[in-house]
């Protein structure tokens, strides 16, 4: 089983509706979660960055994290053709200095997601 | 004045072959990793490097040598490789560490026939 899974999709939505994506983890040690938006043939780029358990919205974006359930979300609304791209999830653990996992980020698989006209 | 820059884009080579991809970042930052990104999109780290000492080493064959010779390049050189070594290579940089906001380059697509 791997430490994050996302489901790849691919996810095909109109303009204008309201987009969920998700990832389930398993390692309890994760603080950090982050979403990540990928465009074709680019790199990744930072969207959204939560700390804990909680709820993050930024515009049409909103990041919402349930620890207990080891599940994240992102809730895209009035999507537009211009959030077609593949949308990632990654986690970190606590930052202890010297240890293995100092900065590693875990990411999801990602999910592919076509706003349509 | 691109923020973190690959080179080459496309790398197209035989089994067997060595090569290096450069990356280099104007953001001042002091991390740079590689990220390594399969046909499936998962991406997954390779290597770290603070302040030119390497921080993170995954599981990654030891074909694989990452050089860092100032805090703004961080270059990725794979020796004898395989068919297995096509994908797409990421660097990216952060501003500290650790970061959860890190900068990716464009990508290197490698393909080993």
């Known amino acids: 089983q791997k430490e994050v899974e996302q489901d790849p999709g691919p996810l095909s939505v109109p303009e204008g509706a309201i987009v969920s994506l998700n990832c389930t983890y398993s390692?309890?040690?994760?603080?950090?979660f982050m979403w990540y938006r990928q465009y074709s043939r680019k790199g990744p780029e930072l969207l959204m960055y939560?700390?804990?358990?909680g709820n993050k919205e930024d515009g049409r974006f909103t990041a919402q994290v349930d620890k207990s359930s080891k599940y994240i979300s992102l809730f895209i609304r009035d999507s537009q053709p211009s959030d077609s791209a593949t949308y990632l999830c990654?986690?970190?653990?606590?930052?202890?200095?010297?240890?293995?996992?100092?900065?590693?980020?875990?990411f999801g698989q990602g999910t592919i997601l076509t706003v349509h006209p | 004045d691109t923020a973190v820059s690959q080179t080459p884009k496309y790398l197209v080579t035989q089994m067997g072959n060595d090569k290096s991809i450069k990356c280099e970042q104007n953001?001042?930052?002091?991390?740079m990793y590689w990220y390594k990104q399969d046909s499936k999109k998962f991406l997954k780290i390779m290597f770290s490097?603070?302040?030119?000492?390497?921080?993170i080493n995954e599981t990654v064959p030891n074909r694989f040598s990452p050089k860092s010779p100032d805090k703004a390049h961080l270059n990725l050189h794979i020796n004898s490789l395989e068919l297995g070594d096509s994908a797409v290579y990421f660097c990216?940089?952060?501003?500290?560490?650790?970061?959860?906001?890190?900068?990716f380059g464009p990508g290197t697509r490698l393909t080993v026939t």
């Open positions: 990216a940089s952060s501003q500290a560490l650790p970061s959860y906001e890190q900068y």
């Open positions: 390692n309890s040690a994760f603080q950090y």
């Open positions: 939560t700390y804990s358990s």
């Open positions: 990654a986690m970190s653990a606590s930052q202890n200095a010297g240890g293995t996992s100092y900065g590693k980020l875990t």
């Open positions: 953001l001042g930052h002091d991390t």
């Open positions: 490097y603070n302040n030119k000492e390497l921080i």
